[in-house]
């Protein structure tokens, strides 16, 4: 049993879809997407939480031009998997209480999409990686300028730019990677094994994170985003901000640090500064947006700067250069915690646009007395996105600031102003909408039902069990967590590191 089950169901079903229309379309795309989460238990079931590779399949490709087609499972891409094979029939679940004109190609685009963003978090080949990377941003770009907003072209093709160019800066450092290999290979191992000099590892860093802080997002390279996630439908935006912006955040990971760890040395402290400075950003404008959509798309901004600055975090040890653990599995859980946060989020401000027929916040109220359920739901998953201690958002943000922490106090308390700005905003939203006396407007407001009350049951589950007992997370990535860290420990020669004074 190989990952190739999993990369190719999402395409084979995809053009299933196309065959069907409308409610039979929509309960195609469940149904297939439910088989790719059974098909990710199974491989969960049946995974080694060690550092090896497993279910790998090595097929040549192109092999005259050194590509193959090689992709495998690790701790680091299990949770991934799970993620994206989670989400996406909570996804399509959601627009159960939508009507798409061609909802054929609608559902099937997200399965398109499906199948790019697996294959990006199961590379094992630059060639490979790339074209993942492309595959998962062209449905996107479809779904949102076929079912988005009023404004949605002119935001559209400024996403579409903007992505576009940060990709073409990672194909060229990675055909510069090819051109290093002796065999003139794609392959992601023999890209660990180069020694390339630190002005090489300065500009292969830049290549590859344009790409990636662009496609997270973190400042300045985030403009794209809140235009986006507003006009996008909700189901686009839940693609995009549960499971799409984690493309950059696992780049980071599996293909930056470990290819150009010396670079990131040099430059790593910068990428730290703007994400802080994302955070405080993007926290201080999310205290101003009356459209609810529009504050989680900031509040997102902010709790994935977080993520990205505890990436950046490396600490002298006894003379060493050290990527913390806890920066990387605070990243690793929190990918998957702020991709199940956020989709309930959107979630609940679709549910809201629908019935309300706005998303302005000071136009609401009351509502929690006329819909309790709903209320409760949300609360919940507020209190997770504030990460409240036993909720799902604690683990990970406390393992963010412990490690920013380590590498500098003053940085950890910059940082650590997500958790209370976001206590202010999101409970203050929460309080404005649900609470207080119900008006004209939310007193029609009827409680959720069907597929809504499935969908948020098992956001708030979710919720509730990872933030009690998040070990067995933990423990998927850990042996593969040490396993990337050891390997760029041995990369970095003492006579790389900054002054001890600078660092």
Request: net charge positive; with cysteine.
């Amino acid at each position: 049993m190989t990952v190739s089950i999993l990369l190719f169901l999402p395409i084979v079903a995809a053009l299933v879809v196309l065959l069907f229309k409308n409610e039979v379309a929509k309960y195609a795309a469940l149904t297939f997407a439910v088989a790719e989460l059974v098909i990710a238990g199974i491989f969960l079931s049946r995974f080694t939480p060690d550092a090896t590779t497993q279910f790998s399949v090595i097929v040549p490709w192109i092999p005259k031009a050194g590509i193959y087609f090689i992709a495998g499972i690790d701790g680091i891409s299990m949770i991934m998997v799970l993620l994206t094979a989670l989400l996406v029939p909570l996804i399509i679940l959601t627009t159960f209480k939508h009507q798409y004109k061609n909802a054929s190609a609608f559902y099937a685009l997200i399965l398109f999409m499906q199948a790019g963003l697996l294959v990006v978090f199961t590379a094992l080949d630059g060639f490979l990686f790339y074209v993942g990377w492309e595959a998962a941003l062209i449905p996107i770009y479809f779904i949102c300028a076929m079912w988005g907003g009023q404004d949605r072209i002119r935001v559209n093709i400024k996403f579409f730019i903007y992505t576009f160019a940060g990709s073409l800066c990672m194909l060229v450092g990675i055909i510069y990677l090819y051109m290093q290999t002796p065999s003139k290979t794609y392959d992601l191992h023999a890209f660990y094994d180069l020694a390339l000099t630190a002005h090489q590892q300065s500009w292969v860093f830049w290549a590859f994170f344009l790409a990636f802080a662009i496609k997270m997002p973190i400042f300045p390279f985030h403009t794209w985003q809140p235009d986006t996630y507003t006009e996008a439908p909700s189901a686009g935006t839940m693609m995009l901000s549960g499971i799409m912006l984690k493309m950059g955040i696992y780049g980071v990971i599996r293909w930056l640090i470990p290819i150009a760890p010396v670079g990131v040395q040099q430059w790593g402290f910068m990428a730290l500064i703007l994400s802080i400075t994302g955070i405080v950003y993007a926290s201080v404008i999310a205290f101003k947006q009356k459209d609810g959509k529009r504050l989680v798309a900031y509040s997102s901004i902010a709790h994935v700067g977080l993520i990205a600055a505890a990436l950046f975090t490396f600490i002298r040890y006894d003379g060493a250069f050290v990527w913390t653990s806890q920066g990387l599995q605070g990243a690793m859980i929190q990918m998957l915690n702020h991709g199940i946060n956020v989709v309930g989020l959107f979630f609940i401000w679709d549910i809201i646009g629908r019935r309300m027929n706005t998303r302005d916040i000071s136009e609401l109220g009351g509502i929690a007395k006329v819909a309790p359920k709903f209320a409760i739901a949300f609360l919940i998953i507020v209190l997770g996105t504030v990460a409240l201690p036993l909720t799902n958002g604690f683990i990970g943000e406390f393992l963010l600031l412990n490690s920013i922490f380590q590498y500098s106090i003053w940085l950890a308390a910059i940082a650590g102003l997500t958790m209370i700005f976001g206590a202010v905003y999101m409970l203050r939203m929460y309080k404005t909408t649900m609470q207080g006396q119900t008006n004209a407007l939310t007193i029609t407001f009827t409680d959720v039902s069907g597929s809504e009350q499935i969908v948020l049951a098992i956001i708030c589950i979710l919720i509730i069990v990872i933030g009690i007992y998040p070990q067995p997370i933990l423990h998927l990535s850990a042996a593969a967590v040490e396993n990337l860290i050891h390997m760029v420990y041995n990369k970095v020669a003492p006579e790389d590191l900054l002054p001890k004074g600078k660092y």
